[in-house]
């Protein structure tokens, strides 16, 4: 549906179709007033979204933080961001913001009401990445309510401060130890999972590139897995995406042992009579999902008592590879990290190794 501005007199107004009435003439909602021609622009925006959402048409200078938020989510987030980026947003708008900021008129909110709603959050055990995710939306959602949509005439959220303190909480590395009894349950009853937990641990590829992992992805006789995509549940179905910056695009070389767990699985998957381009075939003979995973990782912990996470398999692969002394540029470039930070402080974690091994180079200097 598309409308027009116009300029009548010194004002600016708006107008679109919505119809026809019982005798077959077009009906047309008209608005006018507007100071500018960006100002009308706005406010057409919001009608015809309102219109086409089946809501009743409002001024826009009375709208709510929660049509505010749903209508920001569906002509920029779905717009502008990738699939899981979308999920997100969905998601925390819905549970933790328009829950309790939504029933107030974009043009009262206020600083005070914004810290107000952030020290409940802290209060209420929110954590750290939950704050600042919730904050980092909010912070763009009315700023472009100031601009482009003039729909308020400031962004409050600059005025609010985050400065609470949290305990430093960091999850202990999974040992190899661990992982060996993962696997070893796995592989007689949980085959398929068996194979992608082994990729995962020797490869410190991310869930979502495993389970995207096509046939043309995996060459064992140069012994390299390629990463060229990841897979995504998307309307009920498994979809392939690229990465999502171009360090994830990367060829992994792989050792004897990983290459030699793949050759007896793809010669096992020949017997599914799949012709799915997908490697990893669940028990439906269905493509391996992230949800099947997670249902995987339950069952890991109800029966070895290891409670691991696909994602610990990835820290994991990157503190052995610094423990043993491995050039961290291809530690980085392994991983598919865009900079050499993201490596060193989130997936490759001090040990007890790492810590007597710098004592002894020290040492070594005197």
Same mark, same amino acid.
């Given at each position: 549906?598309?409308?027009?501005?116009?300029?009548?007199?010194?004002?600016?107004?708006?107008?679109f179709?919505?119809?026809k009435?019982?005798?077959?003439?077009?009906?047309?909602?008209?608005?006018?007033?507007?100071?500018?021609?960006?100002?009308?622009?706005?406010?057409?925006?919001?009608?015809?979204?309102?219109?086409?959402?089946?809501?009743? +048409?409002?001024?826009?200078?009375?709208?709510?933080?929660?049509?505010?938020?749903?209508?920001?989510?569906?002509?920029?987030?779905?717009?502008?961001?990738?699939?899981?980026?979308?999920?997100?947003y969905?998601?925390?708008?819905?549970?933790? +913001?328009?829950?309790?900021?939504?029933?107030?008129k974009?043009?009262?909110?206020?600083?005070?009401?914004?810290?107000?709603?952030?020290?409940?959050?802290?209060?209420?055990?929110?954590?750290?990445?939950?704050?600042?995710?919730?904050?980092? +939306?909010?912070?763009?959602?009315?700023?472009?309510a100031?601009?482009?949509?003039?729909?308020?005439?400031?962004?409050?959220?600059?005025?609010?401060?985050?400065?609470?303190?949290?305990?430093?909480?960091?999850?202990?590395?999974?040992?190899?130890?661990?992982?060996?009894?993962?696997?070893?349950?796995?592989?007689?009853?949980?085959?398929?999972?068996?194979? +992608?937990?082994?990729?995962g641990?020797?490869t410190?590829?991310?869930?979502?590139?495993?389970?995207?992992?096509?046939?043309?992805?995996?060459?064992?006789?140069?012994?390299?897995?390629?990463?060229?995509?990841?897979?995504?549940?998307?309307d009920?179905?498994?979809?392939?995406?690229?990465?999502?910056?171009?360090?994830?695009?990367?060829?992994?070389?792989?050792?004897?042992?990983?290459?030699?767990?793949?050759?007896?699985?793809?010669?096992?998957r020949?017997?599914?009579?799949?012709k799915?381009?997908?490697?990893?075939?669940?028990?439906?003979?269905?493509?391996?999902?992230?949800?099947?995973?997670?249902?995987?990782?339950?069952?890991?912990?109800?029966?070895?008592?290891?409670?691991?996470?696909?994602?610990?398999?990835?820290?994991?692969?990157?503190?052995?590879?610094?423990?043993?002394?491995?050039?961290?540029?291809?530690?980085?470039?392994?991983?598919?990290?865009?900079?050499?930070?993201?490596?060193?402080?989130?997936?490759?974690?001090?040990?007890?190794?790492?810590?007597?091994?710098?004592?002894?180079?020290?040492?070594?200097?005197?």
């Amino acid at each position: 549906m598309k409308g027009s501005v116009r300029k009548r007199g010194n004002t600016y107004s708006y107008y679109f179709d919505i119809g026809k009435n019982e005798n077959g003439k077009r009906r047309r909602k008209e608005k006018g007033g507007f100071k500018t021609k960006s100002e009308a622009e706005s406010a057409l925006r919001l009608a015809i979204y309102q219109f086409e959402n089946g809501n009743k +048409i409002v001024d826009e200078s009375n709208i709510s933080v929660a049509q505010y938020m749903n209508f920001w989510y569906e002509k920029y987030v779905l717009l502008n961001t990738r699939f899981r980026t979308q999920e997100r947003y969905e998601a925390i708008i819905r549970i933790h +913001i328009n829950p309790y900021l939504g029933h107030y008129k974009l043009k009262n909110i206020t600083s005070a009401i914004l810290q107000e709603f952030f020290d409940n959050a802290y209060k209420n055990g929110y954590s750290k990445a939950l704050i600042r995710d919730v904050a980092n +939306i909010l912070r763009l959602a009315l700023a472009m309510a100031v601009h482009p949509y003039q729909m308020t005439i400031s962004n409050e959220m600059v005025n609010v401060r985050l400065k609470y303190s949290f305990k430093d909480y960091e999850r202990d590395i999974i040992s190899k130890e661990e992982v060996n009894i993962v696997l070893n349950f796995l592989k007689d009853d949980y085959y398929v999972f068996y194979v +992608i937990y082994s990729v995962g641990y020797m490869t410190g590829m991310r869930i979502s590139e495993v389970l995207g992992l096509q046939y043309e992805d995996v060459d064992l006789f140069n012994n390299v897995i390629y990463v060229r995509h990841q897979a995504l549940w998307k309307d009920k179905q498994l979809i392939l995406v690229e990465p999502k910056t171009n360090s994830s695009i990367r060829d992994i070389s792989i050792g004897n042992t990983l290459t030699n767990i793949l050759k007896e699985y793809l010669d096992y998957r020949k017997t599914l009579n799949n012709k799915s381009n997908f490697i990893f075939i669940n028990s439906y003979n269905n493509p391996v999902t992230r949800s099947n995973v997670q249902k995987i990782k339950l069952t890991i912990l109800k029966y070895t008592g290891v409670n691991i996470r696909f994602h610990d398999l990835r820290r994991l692969h990157g503190t052995l590879l610094c423990e043993a002394n491995a050039n961290m540029k291809g530690v980085q470039t392994r991983l598919g990290h865009c900079n050499l930070n993201t490596t060193m402080d989130s997936y490759v974690k001090k040990t007890k190794k790492i810590d007597l091994d710098t004592v002894k180079v020290f040492e070594e200097l005197l």
